[in-house]
């Protein structure tokens, strides 16, 4: 196709800027410059990919052109298109707001020599991982995303963030591991690790070697999504890193996680017996992560667990296996991708205003800083579900696709993300009350006076905030269109679209 030269490019201009950009390690305006035109350029064939993807059907590049199915494919459908282009869209908002911090705290959270090569190669695996229509060249993307990730975890050096970034390590090796061993078996098995090809192949083997590779994939991919109980590393993990990294860490990096589980669910095992299992792990995700969230006093914990408990409702929409609950999961991933980066980089503005992140160390922020107090409680709103934001119109998909489903656990199902929605409310009521109504506690001065806490905000900053938040209530106006696009997304993909498109003349 003539538009198939796109493919490649998220990947290859996010690494050609990291490259760029570590050869100007001492022209930091330089280097910004490059980042944010990189970026853009990324948010543009994104755009372009996704019009393509709906217009005239899914995009498929055979790198270097070698003949199907030898070489790698790259794959561009409705699915991969949307994320990307959502990705793109906070990676580079998320980086526009880092510039905005002043000069001394630039330099202590995210030093320009390493901050934006690494973190534009945490772009190009992200992009990697959408694009890819082989399990291999998915585990490299997977293990771009660790070493940038470990880098960006471990800015300024302190000893919480590397025993944080430790521990990040650990766990990704572990599953990095599991993904070898997966891939092996995979291979051993059909002969490919082409995804589109080894679904028609693993569909001819016996049940039992079916089950063990499904279960090696699903764990690995599980670890990555933060799903009960494979999430225990990310609340200690996330929290300690500068208020930009954790805020992309939080909206993406799960996220490529959740599209491997649904491209194991649809491509690989379109016909699987992990509903039960699928659908339980997603109901206790759910309910056992925003308990932790309501048990937590500080505000970026709080998010981390909350961070948890709502990729269980993709994980639910998953698991339905209908096209109705993987439309609803889409449209939620969308959602979530924004409105959790959106609170993270508030979660950075409060401290920066209020010298703290700590429930009992914050006060008075609705009338220290009205404009903070409204970027926080749009989106803890929209998070909460609602009406009528983007939050309750994806949870009102997942509700109706669960009471489709017309069985007990989908009915369980259904309660839970009823019960989860009314306790995250009460979890972004907790924040409001103590960090926005009560009284600001006053500290003492070098002066010996008691003075407030915190710094002003920076202007810029908190304008990219408004962006995202006006970017989230935005998806509430576009929610009909959106959820066209996301059930012809789902559709495709459940029913051989993708495999489809990769071989349209049948799998050899």
């Known amino acids: ?91 580079l908002l998320v980086l526009l707001f880092s510039l905005g911090q002043d000069q001394e705290e630039r330099q202590r959270e995210t030093p320009i020599s390493i901050y934006h090569p690494t973190y534009l190669a945490l772009t190009a695996g992200v992009s990697n991982a959408f694009l890819t229509g082989d399990l291999f060249n998915l585990y490299v993307g997977f293990e771009m995303l660790l070493f940038a990730s470990f880098v960006l975890l471990t800015l300024g050096g302190t000893g919480e963030r590397i025993r944080a970034g430790t521990t990040y390590v650990v766990v990704s090796l572990v599953s990095s591991l599991l993904f070898l061993v997966a891939l092996a078996a995979v291979y051993g098995a059909t002969g490919t690790v082409n995804m589109a090809q080894a679904g028609v192949r693993l569909a001819e083997l016996p049940q039992e070697v079916q089950q063990v590779i499904h279960l090696l994939l699903l764990t690995t991919f599980g670890i990555k999504a933060a799903v009960f109980p494979l999430s225990a590393w990310l609340p200690d993990s996330y929290p300690t890193a500068p208020a930009p990294v954790t805020a992309v860490f939080a909206g993406l990096l799960t996220k490529v996680g959740v599209y491997a589980m649904i491209r194991t669910q649809t491509v690989l095992f379109p016909e699987n017996d992990m509903r039960v299992p699928m659908m339980v792990i997603g109901i206790l995700t759910m309910v056992l992560g925003i308990l932790g969230a309501i ?98 119109l994806g949870k009102v998909g997942l509700l109706r696709a669960g009471v489709a489903a017309e069985d007990w656990l989908a009915g369980l199902g259904v309660a839970a993300v009823l019960l989860t929605s009314l306790l995250t409310l009460f979890a972004m009521a907790k924040v409001w009350n103590r960090a926005f109504w009560q009284r600001m506690p006053l500290v003492e001065n ?17 304008v990219v905030a408004g962006v995202l938040v006006a970017i989230g209530l935005s998806i509430s106006v576009i929610a009909g269109p959106l959820y066209g696009y996301t059930d012809r997304a789902a559709t495709d993909t459940r029913n051989g679209g993708y495999i489809a498109a990769v071989f349209p003349e049948g799998v050899r």
């Open 1 to 91: 196709m003539i538009w198939t030269w796109l493919l490649p490019m998220p990947v290859l201009l996010a690494l050609f800027g990291a490259g760029l950009t570590l050869i100007l390690g001492r022209r930091p305006n330089g280097q910004r410059a490059v980042s944010v035109t990189v970026l853009s350029l990324i948010l543009v064939v994104a755009g372009a990919l996704m019009y393509l993807a709906d217009t005239r059907g899914p995009q498929v590049l055979w790198i270097a052109g070698w003949p199907a199915p030898l070489g790698i494919s790259l794959v561009a459908d409705r699915l991969s298109s949307l994320l990307l282009f959502v990705s793109a869209l906070i990676c």
């Open 446 to 462: 070098e002066d010996g006076k008691l003075v407030e806490a915190g710094q002003p905000m920076q202007a810029s900053m908190a």
């Open 295 to 392: 048990a937590q006093g500080e505000i970026k914990r709080m998010l981390s667990f909350t961070l948890v408990s709502h990729i269980g409702y993709m994980v639910f929409g998953i698991a339905l296996d209908t096209d109705g609950g993987l439309s609803g999961a889409i449209f939620y991933t969308a959602h979530h991708i924004i409105v959790q980066t959106t609170l993270f980089l508030v979660a950075g503005l409060i401290e920066r205003r209020g010298g703290s992140t700590s429930l009992n160390e914050l006060g008075g922020l609705a009338a220290a800083s009205p404009a903070l107090g409204a970027l926080f409680l749009v989106p803890a709103l929209n998070l909460a579900g609602i009406p009528p934001m983007s939050g309750f």
